[in-house]
């Protein structure tokens, strides 16, 4: 009597856990149904609601020619799905597509907007290599090419290409000379020493510096640019005069402490 009581209670015991995991997979088919019904809910809405009607693009810092190239180039239409689009392709593409162009920015409003705030491309430096003078942004993107330097721009010298395009990054030899050439702007300007019209460099080291095209500065090698920068603005604002002219010597100034200067007459 013993032996057939255990067994039928242990009959029981599967027959209830076999109860339970139906029900447990039973209640994981249906949220699982109900999950895919609601996604091809969701996608299926967000086809027929999320569609383009405005395109706006901010004409504040472009012209004409630029606003119509960028709607030309954009690649997106009214009826076109918002989560379809991907901002980064779009701006990449106008920005590959633009000269002018520094970068875009693409902004959904939903449901039915695009936004596209275009920032254009201004011409910072003028690289001379070969007889040619390439028109680059502070970026780096080449805007023009022509046979003379244009007035207003830094002329830099003495720098190696690997290629130039107009419409695409300049590629330097020596990887090293695009942040050196930023670097070297940003600590003139905070030196107070804005009006640097034109830099000479040797084989990736900054050479030579034009300052306000009456005082040429030999820095020397590029370390410790900082200390030799402060010496030059210490120099120039306080012991030159406003129209004096002539070359300013760096070069030692870290090692030996000595700076020279040579008045031209």
Do not use: W
């Amino acid at each position: 009597m013993k032996k057939f009581k255990q067994k039928k209670r242990t009959a029981k015991v599967k027959n209830v856990d076999l109860a339970i995991n139906y029900k447990i997979r039973s209640r994981l088919i249906y949220c699982a149904i109900f999950c895919a019904i609601s996604a091809v809910c969701l996608l299926f809405s967000s086809m027929i609601l999320f569609r383009v009607k405005h395109i706006d693009v901010n004409t504040n810092d472009i012209g004409v020619e630029v606003r119509d190239a960028v709607y030309e180039n954009l690649g997106i239409n009214q009826g076109d799905n918002l989560f379809f689009i991907d901002e980064k392709v779009v701006s990449k593409r106008l920005e590959r597509a633009i000269v002018d162009v520094a970068c875009v920015e693409i902004e959904k409003i939903f449901p039915d907007a695009i936004f596209i705030n275009v920032k254009r491309a201004s011409k910072v430096f003028d690289i001379e290599s070969a007889g040619e003078y390439i028109a680059i942004s502070g970026k780096g993107k080449v805007l023009e090419v022509s046979d003379a330097p244009e007035e207003g721009l830094i002329l830099l010298k003495g720098i190696d290409l690997e290629s130039f395009e107009v419409g695409k990054k300049i590629r330097y030899k020596d990887k090293s000379v695009e942040k050196k050439i930023l670097e070297f702007i940003e600590k003139m300007k905070a030196s107070n020493l804005e009006k640097t019209t034109e830099i000479d460099f040797n084989n990736g080291h900054l050479f030579l510096a034009n300052y306000d095209s009456r005082i040429r500065i030999n820095f020397g090698f590029y370390e410790n640019m900082d200390y030799k920068i402060k010496t030059a603005a210490e120099i120039i604002n306080t012991k030159l005069g406003a129209a004096e002219s002539g070359t300013l010597d760096l070069s030692e100034v870290f090692e030996e402490n000595r700076s020279y200067f040579a008045p031209e007459y």
